[in-house]
C-alpha cells in the first residue's frame, strides 16, 4: 500500500492545489438577499414564513422561495432546502435512468441521493444500487447526467481503468467536458470533490 502511494504522490499534490485552488461559497445562512444555485443558475432566495407546509420554488427564472413556518431557525430552513433539492436530484435522475440503462445495458435496481462530503456519486455493483450527492442539484443538468453515467458504467468496470474511460468514450463522448463543468462550478461551503 505505501508504494501504491509513494508513486502517485506528484498526482495527489497536484490534485490537492487544484482542490484548494476551486472557488467555493461563503457559509449560507439561508436568509432573504442570499444567493443559490439550483441546476447551474444562480437564484436570490426570498424567504417566507407562513403558516403552510414548508416547501421551495422557483419565480420568474430569478428568485428561490424558501416557504417556512413562522419563526423557522436556520437548521430548519436548512432541512427543508436539503429535501427539496434531494427531491430534485432524485426526480431528474429517475427522468434520465431508462433511457441511459438501455443505452449502457446495464439495470440498475435503485437510485437514492443523500449529502455525501467526498464524491458526487457511488455505487454498489452487486446491489445495483446507485448513490447521488445532494449538491447536484446546484450544478448544470448534465453535470448530474455524466455523474449518473459514470456510475452506471462503474456497474460494468469497478475501476478508473483504460476499459472504463473507452466504454464512457462509448457512451457519452463529451464526459470529460462535462467532467471539468462539474469541477469548475463553484463548491458548496463544504468540501466536495470527485
Known amino acids: 500500500m505505501r508504494l501504491a502511494v509513494v508513486t502517485r504522490l506528484g498526482w495527489i499534490r497536484r490534485r490537492r492545489e487544484e482542490f484548494a485552488r476551486q472557488v467555493r461559497q461563503s457559509k449560507r445562512e439561508l436568509v432573504s438577499g442570499e444567493s443559490h444555485y439550483f441546476q447551474g443558475q444562480r437564484y436570490r432566495m426570498r424567504v417566507v414564513e407562513h403558516d403552510g407546509p414548508p416547501s421551495v420554488r422557483i419565480v420568474r427564472k430569478t428568485r428561490m422561495e424558501l416557504l417556512v413556518r413562522t419563526g423557522s431557525d436556520r437548521a430548519k430552513r436548512a432541512a427543508v432546502l436539503e429535501r427539496w433539492y434531494r427531491s430534485e436530484v432524485l426526480d431528474a435522475a429517475q427522468d434520465l435512468l431508462e433511457p441511459w440503462e438501455s443505452k449502457v445495458g446495464v439495470e440498475v435496481k435503485d437510485v437514492r441521493v443523500r449529502r455525501m462530503k467526498t464524491r ?20 448544470p443538468p448534465k453535470c448530474l447526467e455524466y455523474i449518473l453515467v459514470h456510475e452506471m458504467v462503474h456497474l460494468i468496470e469497478r475501476r478508473h481503468t483504460e476499459r472504463f474511460r473507452a466504454l464512457m468514450d462509448a457512451f457519452m463522448p463529451s464526459w470529460r467536458l462535462h467532467r471539468d463543468e462539474l469541477n469548475r462550478a463553484p463548491l458548496a461551503h463544504e468540501d466536495w470533490t470527485y
Not at 454498489?124 to 446546484?138: D, H, M, Q, S, Y
Open 120 to 139: 458526487w456519486g457511488s455505487c454498489n455493483a452487486g446491489a445495483g444500487r446507485i448513490w447521488l450527492n445532494t449538491e447536484l442539484a446546484k450544478k
